[in-house]
């Protein structure tokens, strides 16, 4: 093929017509670019502006003579409204992706309130996780540590075991689960009361302790129902310092209930191997 002359390559209406060319063929964008830098040269036009022309015959705008002096904004370019909308419709993942493109999407995606019903994390080995969540509402928070014999997990499990039931955004959540994590002490609970239900697991409890938690329980309000994991813990030894009555139940597992004074409600015990469930109930 004999090479294009200069004079053709700075003609403007020219190179249109050869961009119009590769539209009527009907091939894709990108190929049509190639077959134009063969032909015509690779230092002729940028892809970004042969695929604003390509685009523009495709959708049968065939005026030459179009002005570019006011360019199509970019989306960092557009009315904070509009980001705000754009970013509330992407999943958790997606946000966390657009949150690494630049400063201003970080500051876009950090001004966002996220509403979660729950939040479920699990931390696997040689993962370090650093939980800040200072602009997301949630109902549930569940975590579940991973175990490992080395001393950087240990450390990681007092920060969740300690800091975790104190961060800001439990404030806001209704019910929070521990699993599979490091025991939490009887005097740790004072911080799980404010929840309507809790999930935790407990290095020990005396009958003392186990009286307080009754007492307390039946005097929060908001209580719906907790569960509590033990480990050698003699359960029955608990069921009858707690002073429980039996309740009738269908099938072979065992009820018991406590009275809460002065009130129609009471606290609904279900004993399992290692764990028992506290549940407040209207008589």
Request: hydrophobic share 35%.
């Amino acid at each position: 093929m004999n090479e294009i002359p200069d004079l053709l390559k700075k003609n403007d209406t020219y190179l249109k017509t050869c961009i119009l060319y590769e539209v009527l063929h009907k091939k894709p964008v990108f190929e049509s670019y190639q077959n134009f830098c063969e032909k015509i040269g690779d230092d002729t036009m940028s892809y970004i502006d042969f695929e604003y022309w390509y685009y523009r015959f495709y959708n049968g705008e065939l005026d030459f003579n179009c002005n570019r002096t006011h360019t199509q904004k970019t989306f960092l370019q557009l009315p904070p409204e509009m980001c705000d909308l754009i970013f509330k419709e992407l999943s958790c993942r997606e946000r966390m992706t657009m949150r690494c493109v630049s400063k201003v999407m970080k500051a876009i995606a950090d001004g966002q309130v996220e509403m979660h019903e729950s939040i479920y994390m699990q931390i696997r080995d040689n993962v370090l996780c650093v939980v800040s969540f200072t602009n997301i509402q949630l109902e549930t928070w569940k975590s579940v540590s991973y175990y490992q014999d080395s001393n950087k997990t240990v450390i990681y499990r007092e920060t969740t075991r300690k800091n975790n039931a104190e961060g800001n955004y439990f404030e806001q959540a209704k019910f929070v689960y521990f699993s599979d994590c490091d025991a939490f002490r009887f005097a740790d609970l004072t911080h799980f009361y404010r929840f309507k239900g809790f999930s935790v697991v407990l290095d020990n409890l005396t009958v003392e302790e186990a009286i307080v938690l009754r007492d307390t329980l039946a005097g929060l309000p908001h209580f719906e129902g907790c569960n509590i994991y033990l480990d050698n813990v003699d359960l029955n030894f608990l069921k009858v310092g707690l002073a429980l009555e039996e309740m009738p139940s269908e099938g072979e597992e065992v009820i018991y209930r406590y009275r809460i004074p002065n009130s129609n409600e009471f606290l609904k015990f279900t004993f399992h191997d290692n764990l028992f469930e506290v549940e407040k109930m209207c008589s």
